[in-house]
């Protein structure tokens, strides 16, 4: 079987019950990012590289 289109995954840091969270979906040409409490709307897609920049911001700023 198959599986269409992207797969999605929470972050490691994502408590169990899995509230607050977004999901993340990686291709070689976009990052989707998602609400995991929504998952049918809305969804903001970057490039790989705009995510990469956001994810060392983060970091950088992280408490």
Known sequence: MSRIG???FK???SGGDGDNCVEVAV???V???RDSKDR???QLSV???AWADFVAFAKAVEL
């Open 11 to 13: 972050s490691s840091y």
């Open 40 to 42: 049918e709307g809305g």
């Open 47 to 49: 490039t790989p590289a």
């Open 31 to 33: 990052v989707h990012v």
């Open 6 to 8: 992207p797969e999605w």
């Open 27 to 29: 291709t070689s040409q």
